[in-house]
């Protein structure tokens, strides 16, 4: 490789919650640079898990870290050509990736939600995420799927 690697952004805590964590979801989550109304959503979404989850003994944010972790996927599958022919091998994802993609995943499905607010979506996405459905997790689902099913090519590793 020619170029050196970029060096990786340090990103500062949220105000609320004081986790990095929080702030990559919440860079994700703007649009066009809006990131006021960005955390005004998260936060949002937070207090309307805060109310569904009353009964519950864990915080919103224990609620939405256990969501993430529910849809991170493990392994993918990645394109090959090998003679001619592509092949969908699979490959374990790296840490860094496996929480953009569960992040990225979470957004998505959110977004396409019905619901009024994007407050009330998210939160309903996290909550289905939370109890092991929704669609994020069934994407999971479908990529792990694929990979097993796509085993026998992972000597084409790379």
Known sequence: MRKTKPKKRILLPDPKYH???????VNNLMLQGKKSIAYGIFYDAMDIIGEKMKDSDKAPLEIWKKALENITPQVEVKSRRVGGANFQVPTEVRP????????????????????HSMAEKLSGEILAAYNNEGAAFKRKEDMHKMAEANKAFAHFRF
């Open 19 to 25: 986790d990095t964590l929080v702030t990559q979801f």
């Open 96 to 115: 860094e990736r496996k929480i953009s993609l569960s992040i990225k995943n979470m957004i998505l499905y959110a977004r396409k939600r019905s619901g």
